[in-house]
């Protein structure tokens, strides 16, 4: 089992910044790919973005040059690092994680419970 717990969640009004944190523990050998997601109401969920090792970034068209994905692979931790953010980003945010228990065994595909991020006008 693989837990993921974000945290840095919160209201900030346009213009602002948030950074978001989110830490795997449980049954990890590797995780070779973590990433963010978000999800406004009534919208389905999207990533926005992901990583794999240095070099690896990857962004949604609407987050690229304001948000910065980052790993500290010491911490198994993914960070996420929002600036001049709008009301169109408001939504939950979930980080996920592919995971591989053991050397031998498959990835498996893992989310957190999210954090709550909402920007006001």
């Known amino acids: 089992q693989v837990q993921l717990v974000e945290s840095g969640g919160g209201s900030v009004q346009a213009g602002g910044s948030l950074t978001l944190s989110c830490t795997a523990s449980?049954?990890?050998?590797?995780?070779?790919?973590m990433g963010w997601g978000r999800q406004a109401p009534g919208k389905p969920r999207e990533r926005v973005a992901v990583m794999e090792g240095p070099g690896s970034e990857r962004y949604v068209d609407s987050v690229k040059g304001r948000f910065t994905i980052s790993r500290d692979n010491t911490k198994n931790t993914v960070y996420l690092h929002m600036n001049s953010l709008t009301p169109e980003d408001t939504g939950t945010y979930s980080c996920y994680a592919s995971v591989k228990a053991s050397s031998e065994s498959v990835l498996t595909a893992n989310w957190g419970q999210g954090t709550q991020v909402t920007v006001s006008s």
């Open positions: 449980g049954m990890i050998f590797s995780i070779p790919t």
